[in-house]
DNA sequence: ATCCAGTGAGTAAGCACTTACTTAGTGCAG
DNA sequence: CTGCACTAAGTAAGTGCTTACTCACTGGAT
C-alpha cells in the first residue's frame, strides 16, 4: 500500500494498477495534445515506456482506453464538485448577497481551475469537435448546473430589486463568454498573451464588475 | 467562362478548375466535420465522385490539400474584408458616435457570419488544437486588427468622457467573449439550443447593452 | 492525332490489435 | 531457507487491414 507510492522507477516492472494509471496518464496528455484519431497506440505504449501489447492488456481497445478517460476525468477532476460546494469564499458572499464578491470568486476559480488543466481543456474542445461523449457528459453534468445554479442566485436578486429584469441565463451566458473566451485565448490563440496579458485575478475583478454593471437596474443605456 | 458556371453535374467530366475547386471544397467539409487526421484522401475522393489518383493530380499531397484550404479561406471568405469596411449602417453609427448601434452592428454581423460558415468556425478551432498555420494566421491577420479597431474606438469615448476609465482590451475581451462563446455553444456544445434559444438579433441587442453598462461611467459597482 | 480528365490496380509504410512466448515476483510445502 | 508451482508483467514478431501516394493506361472532345 504505503511503499507502492514509493515505486516511481518507470523503467522497471510495475504493478498492474500502477501501469494502468501511468498508461492511463500518459494516453491523457497524448490525445490533449494530438486528439483521438491524430494518436497512435504505438506511440502511448513507448510513451509509457512498454510495449503496444501492454497497452491491449490493460484497455481492451483504443475506444475502450479512450472511454477510461473520460471515466477517470468526469471522477477525478472535481466535475462532481461544484464551486459552491467548496469555495467558501463564494458561499459566504452568497450568503450576504454580495454580488460582486460571488461573481468574483467564481470567476476567479474558474479561471484557475481552466489554467490548472490545460489537457483538460483540450481534451474537451477535442471531444466536442470530434463528438465524442465526453462534451456532451460535461455540457450536462456540469455546465448546465452552473447555468441553473446562477440564473436561481440572479433570479433571486432580480425579485429583491437588485439587478434589472431580463432573462438571467443571458447574464450567465454572458460572463461565462467572458472567462471561457479568456481561458481560450490563453489556452489556444494566444498562448504568449501577445494581445491582453493580465492575471486571473486582474482578469476575475474586471469580468465581474462589467457583468454587474451591466446587468444592474442603475444604468441607462437604452434598452429599446 | 460564362457556362462553366452551368456545368453543375456532378458525375460527368469536369475541366480541371472545376474539379480542383470541387475536390477542395469537398475537403473543407470533411476537415471541418472529422479533422485533418481523421479524414482519409480515400473519403475526399469518393465524396467528390472520382478516384483517389485524381485527388492527388489536383493536390500533390495531403497537406498541400490543406494548405490551398487555408488560402482559400483566407483569400474568399472575408478574412480580408472587415466589418468596418462594408457594414454601413457600422460606419454610421460610428460617425455619430452612437456607442450601442456600434456594438450591435458588430455583434450581429459576428454573430451571423458564425452561423453561415459553421465549417470555417470549427476548420479554425481544429486548426488551433493540432497548431495548424490557419489558427496562427486568422488570429494574427484578423483578430488582432479587432482588438484595435474596438480599442482604439473605445479609447476616443474613454478620452470624451463617455466610457469609465479601464484597458479598453478588456472591453473587448469581453464583448469577443459573449459573442464567440455564443456562437460556439450554438455550434458545438449546445446545437439544439437546449439551455439558451435567442434569435442573433436578441443576442447582440444583449450583449451590446451589458458591454456599454459595463463600461459606463455611470454605474457605480464597486471597482475596488 | 493529341490533349487531358479520369481510372484500376497497384506499393510501401503505418494502423489497431493478436499470438506465442519469456521473465519476474509470490506463496508455500518440505 | 530452499526449491518449485503458479501467476502476473512484459515482449517480439507477427496479423490483416488501411493509409497516403504512384503509374501505366483509357476514352472522349477538339
Redesign the pocket.
Known amino acids: 500500500m504505503i511503499d507502492s507510492f514509493l515505486k516511481c522507477d518507470h523503467n522497471?516492472?510495475?504493478?498492474?494498477d500502477q501501469?494502468r494509471e501511468q498508461i492511463l496518464q500518459t494516453a491523457v496528455s497524448l490525445f490533449s495534445n494530438r486528439g483521438f484519431s491524430g494518436?497512435?497506440?504505438?506511440e502511448i505504449a513507448t510513451a509509457s515506456?512498454?510495449?503496444?501489447?501492454?497497452v491491449?492488456?490493460h484497455f481492451?481497445?483504443?475506444?475502450v482506453l479512450f472511454a477510461a478517460i473520460l471515466e477517470a476525468k468526469m471522477c477525478n477532476d472535481g466535475l462532481h464538485t461544484f464551486p459552491w460546494e467548496t469555495n467558501e469564499a463564494l458561499i459566504a458572499a452568497m450568503k450576504v448577497k454580495d454580488d460582486f464578491a460571488v461573481f468574483y470568486e467564481f470567476g476567479k476559480q474558474a479561471l484557475e481551475k481552466h489554467q490548472a488543466d490545460i489537457g483538460f481543456m483540450r481534451l474537451l474542445f477535442y471531444s466536442a469537435l470530434e463528438e465524442h461523449e465526453l462534451a456532451e457528459r460535461f455540457f450536462g453534468e456540469f455546465v448546465k448546473k452552473i447555468y441553473d445554479f446562477l440564473g436561481d442566485y440572479l433570479r433571486e436578486r432580480q425579485n429583491e430589486g437588485a439587478i434589472r429584469q431580463m432573462d438571467p441565463r443571458i447574464i450567465v451566458r454572458s460572463f461565462l463568454g467572458m472567462l471561457i473566451h479568456h481561458s481560450l485565448n490563453n489556452i489556444l490563440w494566444d498562448k504568449k498573451r501577445s494581445i491582453l496579458d493580465i492575471t486571473n485575478d486582474t482578469a476575475a475583478r474586471s469580468f465581474a464588475e462589467m457583468i454587474l454593471c451591466g446587468a444592474s437596474n442603475e444604468c441607462k443605456q437604452r434598452a429599446a
Open positions: 522497471g516492472r510495475m504493478s498492474g501501469r494518436t497512435t497506440t504505438k515506456g512498454v510495449s503496444e501489447a501492454m491491449f492488456r481492451a481497445s483504443k475506444d
